[in-house]
């Protein structure tokens, strides 16, 4: 049965698609969907999109802010939500929280505590 083995590498073929026939029907099929709804989940999109950078963005202050892990935990915030958004920010920006610099942002926690407290109304700055 040795002699039955085909081997077709060799024949030749229009391209890696074979004659595109299965291509073709899908860049058809495509172009009709995305006429329809795109312009549906563009909006979509951008809202989550926004909301996505809000949210990392104001992680990622407050991780600095705060002194990390642990200290976003003092705060008040369970491990599994710290866990959770580590992971969100590694999957969006490929890096750690701890490691990541956003340009035009720095952020200082001693001045920003510091702040924080000259900033009281005067009646509660004796308390």
Same mark, same amino acid.
């Given at each position: 049965?040795?002699?039955?083995?085909?081997?077709?590498?060799?024949?030749?073929? *229009?391209?890696? %698609?074979?004659? !595109?026939?299965?291509? &073709?029907?899908?860049?058809?099929?495509?172009?009709?969907?995305?006429? /329809? @709804?795109?312009?549906?989940?563009?909006?979509?999109?951008?809202?989550?999109?926004?909301?996505?950078?809000?949210?990392?963005?104001?992680?990622?202050?407050?991780?600095?802010?705060?002194?990390?892990? *642990?200290?976003? %935990?003092?705060? !008040?915030?369970?491990? &599994?939500?710290?866990?959770?958004?580590?992971?969100?920010?590694?999957? /969006? @920006?490929?890096?750690?929280?701890?490691?990541?610099?956003?340009?035009?942002?720095?952020?200082?926690?001693?001045?920003?505590?510091?702040?924080?407290?000259?900033?009281?109304?005067?009646?509660?700055?004796?308390?």
């Amino acid at each position: 049965m040795v002699g039955l083995v085909v081997d077709f590498r060799s024949d030749p073929s *229009e391209s890696v %698609e074979g004659k !595109g026939i299965a291509r &073709s029907a899908w860049d058809a099929y495509s172009r009709r969907v995305n006429q /329809v @709804t795109v312009p549906v989940i563009e909006p979509l999109a951008g809202v989550w999109a926004r909301k996505v950078t809000a949210d990392l963005v104001g992680f990622w202050v407050m991780w600095h802010s705060l002194g990390g892990f *642990e200290g976003l %935990e003092r705060y !008040g915030m369970h491990k &599994s939500t710290i866990w959770r958004k580590v992971k969100k920010f590694r999957l /969006v @920006t490929g890096y750690h929280p701890d490691e990541f610099k956003f340009t035009g942002i720095t952020v200082e926690p001693e001045k920003l505590w510091d702040s924080l407290v000259d900033d009281r109304p005067e009646s509660d700055a004796g308390k």
